[in-house]
């Protein structure tokens, strides 16, 4: 892979609107935390998506390798019990 | 000159300000130094064509002569043009633009906080609208000129020069003429020259975190209120003008 020369990237997370959770809209290059938000601001939030934005360094996030998919996901797949899909909801809560 | 007349020439300079500072922001569509960057400067070009749109029309409005905000921008010569000087210049590199952003924002920060409170209802709702998106530009252009003059020395290098080079372009913002002064008498336009001190020292703190060095105030450009400019504008106007001139009142 070419090497970006273009200062580190940061993820983008946007709120849409309040109480709604963050949602991963893409990634910006930033030099810094100021710059980060400002970046995500202008590259994401140009149509009115958002009221909230986090940015997060690339660096810093946390992601499981792919080659543990077995592992990580499959032993879920078969336990249908797991589901909590067999109790009525409460009337009213929608966002379960 | 009427008051009528006064009012139709002020909201020209305005509206030219925007318009002309539109065009060369949006010169950096697919050449600024990174793909963030490219959006940031549309953003704001973007910003500017609505509050020339917003301004040209009311100028039209004003001279009741049924000219639209299409009309002034794409009908008028050179010498009908009111923009600042400073808004014409070509971009040079990103810190001269960054430099010219952070200059023309800080004044306007003052300056449309002032025309808020116009006597003139339509010019004090403009200004409302407006202040928003300067706010936004002079962080976005101080934030930038903060990282170039403590980045590399190539990049000190670039600001300090962006900042020489500009600096005998910004008195002209802080003119006032007859035109403003007698608009100012009723409230309808801020008195600019009252703004400096604060604009100087808006700008001092950033140059100052951004440790390069402040030009002394010597001679200062001026000529723009009277459609006097500088060699650019012309060629900004054949391009920007070209279709209306060569098909005239083409549409699609």
């Known amino acids: 892979m070419a090497t970006d020369s273009q200062l580190a990237t940061w993820e983008v997370f946007i709120q849409s609107k309040p109480g709604a959770n963050y949602i991963h809209a893409g990634s910006v290059h930033a030099s810094d935390k100021q710059m980060a938000l400002q970046n995500a601001r202008d590259t994401y939030t140009r149509r009115g998506e958002g009221t909230s934005i986090w940015a997060v360094p690339t660096s810093e996030i946390a992601a499981s390798n792919p080659d543990d998919n077995d592992m990580f996901f499959d032993p879920a797949n078969d336990k249908m019990y797991r589901m909590p899909t067999f109790y009525v909801m409460p009337e009213g809560a929608k966002a379960i | ?252």
């Open chain 2, 1 to 252: 000159m009427t008051e009528q007349q006064s009012l139709f020439n002020y909201c020209l300079r305005l509206g030219d300000d925007a318009l002309v500072q539109s065009y060369r922001l949006s010169e950096w569509c697919s050449s600024a130094p990174i793909l963030e960057e490219d959006l940031a400067l549309t953003n704001f070009a973007l910003d500017m064509i609505g509050r020339a749109q917003a301004l040209l029309s009311y100028a039209g409005t004003i001279e009741g002569k049924g000219r639209t905000d299409d009309d002034l921008a794409y009908k008028r010569g050179e010498r009908q043009f009111y923009n600042h000087l400073i808004t014409e210049l070509p971009n040079g590199d990103f810190a001269f633009t960054i430099a010219r952003i952070l200059f023309i924002s800080a004044f306007e920060y003052s300056y449309y906080n002032a025309l808020q409170h116009s006597s003139d209802a339509t010019l004090a709702a403009i200004a409302a609208k407006t202040i928003k998106e300067i706010k936004y530009h002079l962080s976005h252009a101080s934030e930038w000129a903060i990282r170039l003059g403590n980045g590399t020395d190539e990049s000190h290098g670039r600001l300090q020069r962006a900042i020489n080079s500009l600096w005998m372009y910004t008195g002209e913002l802080f003119e006032a003429d007859e035109v403003e002064a007698s608009l100012a008498k009723v409230n309808i336009c801020p008195d600019a020259p009252q703004l400096r001190t604060n604009w100087k020292h808006q700008v001092e703190s950033v140059l100052n975190e951004a440790t390069v060095t402040i030009p002394k105030d010597e001679y200062m450009q001026t000529g723009s209120r009277l459609g006097i400019h500088t060699e650019y504008l012309g060629h900004i106007l054949s391009e920007m003008q070209y279709l209306q001139r060569a098909y005239p009142e083409a549409t699609w």
